[in-house]
């Protein structure tokens, strides 16, 4: 059942976020209510008044949705003001997790030892969304470190495959040009047609 008070918070936070309204957003961040936690992450955001305290603290909420909503605002920090996601990615919760791992790509320059973190990602961990997440974040960072785990990741499921060739579009060599060619000839026509784009 809704909480109205709840509600009532949630839209309040929301419009101090458009309004320029630290005063009313930034008590949302401690709100018993996940939605309003997220909303304040958002509102204080949008001023411009959302600091790396905030967000290492959202990073720790229990509730996943304020979590993976501050992974998101990392992602959009410099990747040397932003606070460290590598706890985060070392977390129960696979929503939580791949988000991170998404936010993790984003950031500019990767946060140090990120690539090792995602590359064990890539190859161990149990949910699929996880492991396509990490493998396009080993993409998007284009560090070699990360390359063998890409390569394994192209033996993986269908969706992880075609995440995993299209990150080698960051790569060179012979073990790329091999893996390539392998995909050329996969059972799955997404990951067949990643792999010729690449190609030509």
């Not at 792999?195 to 030509?200: C, G, K, R």
Request: aromatic share 2%.
């Amino acid at each position: 059942m809704t909480d109205p008070a709840a509600v009532d918070a949630r839209r309040a936070v929301v419009l101090a976020g458009h309004d320029g309204d630290e005063a009313t957003a930034r008590p949302g961040l401690i709100h018993p209510n996940p939605g309003v936690r997220s909303s304040a992450i958002g509102a204080l955001e949008r001023m411009g008044a959302l600091h790396r305290d905030d967000l290492e603290a959202a990073l720790g909420d229990t509730e996943a949705t304020v979590a993976r909503r501050a992974c998101e605002a990392v992602a959009l920090l410099p990747g040397d003001q932003a606070p460290s996601l590598l706890h985060t990615l070392s977390g129960a919760d696979a929503t939580v997790v791949e988000v991170a791992a998404w936010a993790s790509g984003e950031r500019q320059p990767p946060e140090a030892g990120i690539v090792a973190v995602l590359a064990l990602l890539t190859t161990t961990h149990d949910d699929s969304l996880v492991r396509e997440a990490a493998v396009a974040a080993l993409g998007a960072i284009g560090d070699h470190a990360g390359l063998a785990a890409i390569l394994t990741a192209t033996g993986d499921k269908a969706t992880v495959r075609r995440r995993a060739v299209l990150a080698l579009a960051s790569f060179e060599g012979e073990a790329v040009d091999a893996a390539l060619e392998h995909a050329r000839h996969d059972r799955d026509w997404q990951v067949r047609q990643a792999a010729e784009d690449l190609s030509d």
